[in-house]
């Protein structure tokens, strides 16, 4: 079917950066919108950014939260997208997800998850 495999998580110091990918395999016509999400330990997931396809301007969105520290991007041509997270805050940390809302050789449109990866901020 349709996998999103996330890769990059880890412990930084608070100031630091990290890079998150994501890249999603399978049986894909066409990847729409793509974001991450996060959801820290007693909270509700909430959306980090998103990016729409190149072939719908590539535009992007992110939390108030956010703004100005994290960058959203994405390369069509593997179906991946990135988080460049700068500055990183404590109260970043939690486990961020991949999403992809994509077309399936079917042509049915499903909204696909990643596994996880964990961000922890801490010195």
């Known amino acids: 079917q349709v996998q999103l495999v996330e890769s990059g998580g880890g412990l930084v110091q608070p100031g630091g950066s990290l890079r998150l990918s994501c890249a999603a395999s399978g049986r894909i016509v066409r990847v729409y919108t793509m974001a991450w999400y996060r959801q820290a330990p007693g909270k509700q997931r909430e959306l980090v950014a998103n990016i729409t396809s190149i072939t719908s301007g590539g535009s992007t969105n992110y939390a108030d939260s956010v703004k100005g520290r994290f960058t959203i991007s994405r390369i069509n041509a593997s179906n991946t997208v990135y988080l460049q997270m700068n500055s990183l805050k404590p109260e970043d940390t939690a486990v961020y997800y991949c999403?992809?809302?994509?077309?399936?050789?079917?042509?049915?449109?499903?909204?696909?998850w990643g596994q996880g990866t964990q961000v922890t901020v801490s010195s």
């Open positions: 999403y992809g809302h994509i077309i399936t050789t079917g042509w049915n449109t499903y909204e696909y």
